[in-house]
């Protein structure tokens, strides 16, 4: 076949193919903003469907069909805190019984960010990354939604145990909560036992789950550490309330800092 | 798996006499394909870390760092005096997660926090996964990445000291002695690249030549009592190792301008030193096995250190058998083997018994 041929063949179907991926992204879109208004004006069951005990119900929530983003946001919106891929991944697949590929991730922000760009549809919240009190850097693993407080997705010096710590309540509340409703009620369980575990005092007995008790240990020691570590997300985000919007959700760029390195940054693997 | 980095360092100071080992390293080869290149056929044996053994490793690493690294704090917190509670943690593998492309990413914000520390602020007690840099060229035109598993920082220096934790087993308080060489001379890489990064913040000085370890206790994947290790040894092999790869390096690249030939096109011309470590740890032993096949390399150490690279295998057995030394050194080796003999009454005196 002579190339010319092959490429009038070719074209206008990557066209439609970019024309079709770019309604796919509008309608997801406005699928979300609907599910936003439910949640804000619906009944209590329609507000947050996938808390509905209703199997039929459930099942239209957590069936294979949504798309991971709204998996990934309905997580946070649970945990309610910056929470790391792998968090977001074994609380989905205890929660929905969907499982998340850690690959899944890097693709999933790289889509978030280009759909971010100037000229592109708004969405009604995005998926971000929490940043580095100090520099703003993003900490990649470490993921937000937009429609927090800036100060929530800011990593202090003391955030670190301060989410683990909020974590880990959280876990046990939702444990307790989904106990007759999360596709893997026990998984969700060892998940919180597998943050509690590092909680003062804790000794873990298989198969028995002191969800109330982890709970009253992870809010005690969190009075101690939250105050001191909210003061310093609250300054550091009065200094990124100046930057653009683009920053403020995915980190200020890495500057090249010292000697150069990058002469034979591609020696490996060549 | 790429022969690059920390781990191209330490196979070369354990058999810095391996031209062609440290070509490799220069390289930054995958030994596999390599070895493919030059045999023209596949590796069918068992290559690389068993992948129990990387799992394991894996698994110990991951609950060492879960929940705000709660594990590791606690485990250093005991060694360097801190409250576990208020330990500040920094894991860049969190920060920038990935294997390509993230080291300088990782090496810039690693040198945010050296420079941080110069000035006197606030920096992390505990950094996991930082990056480093050491230069092989002093222009810094060839650096190799060097990634300590964690860095804590040392009150009583107040500078970090490179840490390393193994899933390798601490019995009565030992770690079994080659899980302990090789890991010694990764330290010892990460202590030199430290030292380095640190020469612009003016802080070099305060990097001592110690280590943090942390291993397995018997039970499970638990942590042992970490343990500080001085490398002194370890550091000047490293330092050595070094020289060789800038030396290989340069040699290669002088080669190279001539014809432009391939790394497998060398083998022939590149001299080997097959030694028994290769076994086990270089693709290659095998090939540089049969290449010296007429050395006394291939008997194992003691027998290719008792004859040397001058005195072939059939100049010995002709030795042994009689045949009258032409130096001092057949002389000397005559002698050795005709002793060996008769202590093991082969009845082969020879004539190179008590030659004076």
Known sequence: MPASNHRNRVQPAQYRREELLRMKSQLEDLLSGVEAQIRETGTPEMADPKESSGRAHESRWTGSKRPVRELVLDSLDDLGWPAYTREITQYCAARFGREIAATRYGSLMKDEMQAFRPGTSRRPVWLCFALTSDRHQAIKRLLCRSDWPLDRRILAPSSGLVQYLSLTARLCELAMKFESSAADAQMLRIIAADHARDLPGVRLTKGKFDLEGWRSIALEQLRDAAERDELARKASAERLEARSELYQLFGMPDLHEGPATEANEQRVGS | ?356
């Open chain 2, 1 to 356: 798996m790429s022969l690059s980095s920390t781990r191209g360092l330490v196979r070369i100071s354990i058999n810095p006499r391996c031209e062609f080992q440290a070509a490799m390293v220069a390289e930054g080869v995958r030994e596999p394909e390599l070895f493919r290149r030059v045999t023209g056929r596949e590796y069918d044996r068992e290559y690389g870390e068993r992948a129990s053994a990387r799992s394991r490793g894996a698994k110990f690493e991951e609950n060492l760092c879960m929940n705000n690294a709660a594990l590791l704090r606690s485990a250093l917190a005991r060694l360097y005096g801190y409250n576990p509670e208020e330990m500040v943690v920094r894991n860049f593998a969190d920060e920038v997660p990935g294997v390509k492309g993230v080291r300088v990413i990782r090496l810039n914000r690693t040198r945010q926090v050296l420079r941080d520390l110069a000035a006197g602020n606030e920096v992390p007690h505990l950094l996991i996964q930082p990056q480093l840099s050491l230069p092989i060229e002093l222009d810094r035109s060839f650096v190799e990445y060097v990634a300590p598993d964690f860095m804590v920082l040392d009150g009583r220096t107040n500078i970090y000291r490179p840490g390393e934790m193994k899933s390798f087993i601490i019995r009565e308080g030992r770690a079994d002695k080659a899980d302990l060489n090789l890991t010694r001379r990764q330290a010892a890489a990460q202590i030199l690249a430290l030292r380095s990064e640190c020469v612009p913040y003016d802080l070099a000085g305060r990097v001592t030549s110690a280590a943090t370890f942390i291993f397995a206790t018997p039970y499970g994947l638990s942590p042992a009592a970490p343990f500080e290790d001085v490398l002194e040894g370890p550091i000047r092999e490293i330092g050595r190792a070094i020289e060789v790869l800038r030396a290989a390096r340069r040699r290669l690249e002088s080669r190279r301008q001539q014809d432009g030939a391939r790394l497998e096109m060398l083998y022939d011309e590149i001299p080997v030193s097959f030694q028994e470590s290769c076994l086990g740890s270089c693709i290659m032993a095998g090939e540089c096995k049969k290449k010296m096949a007429a050395s006394g390399r291939v008997l194992g150490d003691e027998i290719g250190d008792l004859l040397g690279e001058e005195i072939s295998l059939e100049r010995a057995v002709e030795l042994l058998g009689g045949a009258e030394p032409e130096n001092p050194a057949e002389r000397e080796i005559a002698e050795r083997l005709s002793d060996g003999a008769s202590i093991l009454g082969s009845g082969q005196p020879g004539t190179g018994r008590r030659v004076a």
